[in-house]
């Protein structure tokens, strides 16, 4: 995960309307929308009447979005599932783009996740203006008695705000994790390695003691400790021994790896979760904005 932690970076500013600065969430943005657009045109063409492959694949995706809006918001919202759809890849591959290393991952950037949440508000109050009328609308601010007005209007303004701070926090707060862990495992690496590699007996004598603990202590009862013990001291001499020739100068070897997996998880379950309540609120909003026609006609009535 690529992540600064004091903000998006600027690469450039356009001089017109003031100045409108292009940073690494745009460029991620940018290119996430290049991809969700040459993706679905190229899936979309020479479809067969018997799929195979991706094809099937991308069916299945299809339908099973189009059966989760229906049960969310009803079968008279379905033309809803693409707007729902975009929304989902988007935040997916949004997350996802951090982790080539090279560039931000754009739903850690709160001016993104609360354009999304602003945008999905303006669907609602749209909604709610065009099936009450804009004097019925505000009267639903008054619902169910007048004093609650203010906490109604507090409420209206919190749901943007909370939809898009809970899926930025979740993607940035696990980049600043594992960015510190890293920063933390590397002070260790040259600590500890440091001092082993500080004399060449040091090492060699860790890296002797580990193979014999692995190899005499096979049959003992407590092989899987000791097997542990051995791995530990031999990965450490080695490293050491390593160090203590120059092989190794400068490299955080304590910090191989462990900030690898926990990105993978920030990055890909993390952001799938988030994505996925993401997308589901914004389906329950928007659902309760449009409820059927009959139900509808029966309120006006």
Not at 32 to 38: F, N, T, Y
Not at 181 to 195: D, E, F, N, Q
Not at 198 to 219: D, E, M, R, S, W
Not at 253 to 269: E, K, Q, T
Request: net charge positive.
């Amino acid at each position: 995960m690529n992540l600064n932690v004091t903000g998006a970076f600027i690469y450039f500013t356009i001089p017109i309307l003031g100045g409108i600065p292009i940073t690494q969430t745009t460029v991620s943005s940018l290119i996430v929308a290049i991809v969700v657009i040459i993706a679905s045109i190229r899936l979309g063409k020479n479809l067969k009447k018997r799929p195979d492959g991706v094809q099937v694949l991308v069916e299945k995706g299809v339908t099973m979005l189009y059966d989760m809006v229906a049960e969310s918001m009803g079968e008279h919202n379905l033309h809803w599932a693409p707007f729902i759809g975009t929304i989902f890849l988007s935040s997916i591959l949004g997350s996802l783009i951090g982790m080539t290393g090279f560039l931000r991952s754009s739903t850690a950037d709160l001016s993104c996740t609360l354009t999304w949440a602003v945008l999905v508000s303006l669907i609602i109050w749209y909604n709610g203006i065009r099936n009450n009328g804009f004097v019925g609308w505000l009267k639903g601010f008054t619902e169910p008695i007048v004093v609650m007005t203010p906490m109604n209007v507090i409420s209206e303004i919190a749901q943007p705000v909370s939809m898009a701070f809970r899926h930025f926090g979740n993607v940035a707060g696990g980049g600043v994790i594992t960015s510190i862990l890293y920063v933390a495992l590397s002070m260790l690496s040259t600590a500890v390695l440091g001092a082993i590699a500080n004399t060449k007996i040091v090492p060699i004598a860790l890296l002797i003691a580990g193979a014999a603990l692995l190899v005499l202590f096979k049959q003992k009862t407590h092989k899987k400790l000791h097997a542990v013990i051995g791995a530990v001291c031999a990965v450490l001499g080695l490293f050491g021994v390593l160090q203590a020739f120059g092989l190794l100068e400068g490299v955080p070897v304590l910090a191989l790896g462990i900030p690898a997996v926990l990105s993978c998880y920030f990055d890909i379950f993390s952001g799938f979760v988030q994505a996925y309540v993401f997308m589901l609120l914004t389906m329950v909003y928007i659902g309760n904005s449009c409820p059927p026609p009959e139900t509808r006609e029966a309120v006006q009535s």
